[in-house]
């Protein structure tokens, strides 16, 4: 198969917001990730700068969120870790790329962002992962109605291809700063999603951008067009 384009991303700061810095945090340890990231909230909020937006991914592990159910994790093997961000039970490993845009939705200096308004803003970090992927081929939208699934009627939010559930997005919110957010599915996994519930799913609505495209996929392309669509919303 042909590799993608690549491109390289490196740190720096996002044209249009100087104070808005972008920050690769590479591997990293899940929880050492979210003390980081409770840090920047505080700093951010005393600042009263715009944010960051941070690059990573974690080694394998479930987290559950504020709305998990005991039934969404049923034999998975691995860690399992009580997250601040809302939404339920998802899988985070080394196949996604994970993002963390830490923002402040208080801050007026946003072009095309209404501030306070944390719908409008998960539906827009929505907005910028269905740009990124439709750029690299893939004909990705929002589902912003209730899905039945089983018994359930279950949030259709994320970003979906071919019905099929290719990046999941929880945050959460202090002081109106928003941290957690954004994973992308990018590489296939036979351990991804096995053993829960994945977001009240079954873990058979899961998909990642590798075996949609039928091409291996770049980490740094999507990066840098991440960032380009992420800058059209925000700065």
Not at 120 to 131: D, G, N, P
Not at 146 to 154: P, T
Not at 196 to 219: A, H, Q, R, W, Y
């Amino acid at each position: 198969m042909d590799q993608l384009l690549t491109s390289n991303l490196t740190e720096g700061k996002l044209t249009g917001l100087p104070q808005f810095r972008i920050v690769d945090w590479g591997l990293i340890d899940y929880e050492k990730s979210n003390e980081q990231q409770q840090e920047l909230v505080k700093q951010v909020h005393e600042s009263g700068a715009p944010g960051q937006l941070i690059f990573c991914s974690h080694p394998p592990l479930v987290s559950v969120g504020r709305a998990t159910r005991d039934s969404d994790v049923h034999s998975w093997s691995g860690p399992v870790l009580k997250t601040p961000r809302g939404g339920r039970a998802t899988y985070h490993g080394p196949n996604q790329l994970v993002i963390y845009p830490i923002m402040n939705l208080n801050f007026s200096g946003y072009q095309n962002f209404k501030k306070r308004d944390v719908t409008t803003y998960l539906r827009t970090l929505e907005k910028v992962v269905i740009e990124t992927l439709k750029e690299v081929g893939l004909d990705a939208y929002q589902r912003c109605e209730k899905i039945q699934h089983g018994d359930e009627q279950l949030e259709a939010t994320g970003v979906w291809v071919n019905e099929k559930k290719i990046a999941s997005i929880g945050v959460a919110i202090r002081r109106w700063v928003s941290y957690h957010g954004i994973a992308i599915n990018l590489h296939d996994d036979p351990q991804a999603f096995s053993g829960i519930n994945p977001c009240g799913f079954s873990s058979s609505i899961m998909t990642n951008v590798e075996k949609e495209l039928g091409l291996p996929v770049d980490n740094e392309l999507i990066k840098a067009i991440f960032t380009k669509s992420f800058k059209n919303y925000f700065s």
